[in-house]
């Protein structure tokens, strides 16, 4: 397969790209100047080498030298801790009474821009398929459950279920909920969801920064 080929079955991997659209992002690159690609080909490598996935709330972000410490480097600390800690589970300014479960990185962003919740996050890395037989292969139940449980002395009173009102979103809450009642020491832990404005079928991802601020509110 020539390095053209290669690239489209690459891009066909991406969520909601199809054939047609991954050849047009093929030519699209080869109509571009080198400078562009380069640049482009050195960020992909970057995400390898410059992001990292937190070991408190498990979403991505780029440890920079403001994470490392004064006159330390980003290198350097890692290798020091192996425990990367994003800046907003180090801000101990938030509220360590409510946890808010989300699926994905966008869906922490998109509610992070709201500035309606002060809390602290979970991503648990996606949705859980109807009928998956292996739950924890497909999302951090396990991570989620030691997150709760090592909040739970810092006054944790709250779990905020912040999924995509949609049926595998609906499914995923379910089984997170019933996880967690089932841990005794988690039992004076309120859990709530997004309330009302959301309708069904939304994707956190999509839904405008009024909507979800009016579901934050009225969680039920
Ligand atoms: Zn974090």
């Given amino acids: 397969m020539d390095s053209i080929n290669k ?5 066909r991997e991406f969520p909601g790209i199809g ?33 990292h996935i937190c070991e408190s709330c ?3 972000f780029p440890l920079n030298s403001s994470n490392a410490g004064v006159g330390r480097s980003a290198t350097a600390d890692l290798a020091k801790d192996h425990s990367p800690i994003c800046q907003t589970c180090r801000d101990t300014s938030r ?21 309606a919740f002060g809390g602290y996050y979970f991503v648990l890395g996606g949705n859980l398929p109807i009928l998956e037989k292996n739950p924890e292969t497909k999302i951090r139940q396990n991570e989620l459950l030691s997150c709760i449980e090592k909040r739970t002395p ?17 499914h995923t809450r379910e089984h997170i909920e019933n996880l967690i009642r089932k ?8 859990i709530s969801h997004l309330g009302r404005g959301l309708s ?7 839904t405008d920064h009024d909507t979800i601020k009016n579901a934050l509110r009225s969680r039920i």
């Fill in 7 to 11: 690239l489209i079955e690459l891009f």
């Fill in 19 to 51: 054939p047609r659209q991954a050849k047009r992002f093929v030519y699209f690159l080869l109509s571009k100047n080198s400078g562009y690609t380069s640049e482009m080909s050195r960020l992909i490598t970057d995400l390898r080498n410059k992001i």
């Fill in 58 to 60: 498990f979403r991505f």
């Fill in 95 to 115: 509220d360590s009474k409510s946890l808010m479960i989300v699926s994905r990185d966008v869906d922490f962003e998109n509610i992070e821009k709201t500035k």
């Fill in 154 to 170: 810092e006054g944790l009173s709250e779990i905020i279920v912040a999924l995509d009102y949609n049926p595998e979103g609906e």
């Fill in 183 to 190: 841990e005794p020491q988690f039992s004076t832990i309120k």
């Fill in 200 to 206: 069904t079928g939304s994707e956190l991802e999509y």
